[in-house]
């Protein structure tokens, strides 16, 4: 049964609290996503019918791993959001089911390229940080290095009789 499915008809005048959490899997993350759910979806919802939208206000409360796209170590970040907020129009519809937007709005807290900073639960500095991000323009145009000194030394001795 899904608890973000708003049955309008039973929709209270005043409205109805929803309060309840969802499992990490709610989120229908892809196993190859480099963003994994490391916990449940905790919500406080207010739902209320204001003409033809439906109000939805509270909290919601989700916490992930990312991987820092700098040095590729696992952050973890949480995604509170105290002050949610949506309205969403419901026409003449029965029904409305709160998932998908309220799984989008999650999803958009998450930065897009993230970095060890980003992770607000243990913070940690970037192991890698600067190496990548401000590409020096001159990179690349130099010959890769040579293989370490020594290396001919020992070509040459096998080349000998
Ligand atoms: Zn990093």
Not at 36 to 60: F, H, M, N, T
Not at 121 to 133: K, L, Q, T, V, W
Request: glycine residues 8%.
């Amino acid at each position: 049964m899904n608890p973000l499915l708003i049955d309008l008809r039973q929709l209270p005048e005043e409205g109805k609290s929803l309060e309840g959490e969802l499992p990490a899997s709610w989120l229908e993350l892809r196993p190859d996503d480099s963003v994994k759910a490391s916990g449940p979806v905790i919500y406080s919802l207010r739902i209320e019918r204001d003409g033809s939208d439906l109000l939805v206000s509270g909290r919601l409360d989700a916490s992930f791993d990312l991987e820092c796209g700098r040095c590729l170590g696992l952050l973890k970040r949480r995604a509170l959001l105290p002050h949610y907020h949506a309205q969403l129009p419901v026409g003449e519809a029965d029904t409305i089911d709160l998932t998908e937007a309220v799984r989008e709005d999650i999803l958009l807290t998450l930065p897009n390229f993230p970095r060890c900073e980003d992770g607000n639960i243990e913070p940690r500095s970037c192991p890698a940080f600067g190496r990548f991000d401000s590409p020096d323009p001159s990179e690349g145009s130099q010959p890769p290095p040579g293989p370490p000194s020594g290396v001919w030394d020992r070509l040459d001795q096998l080349k000998k009789p």
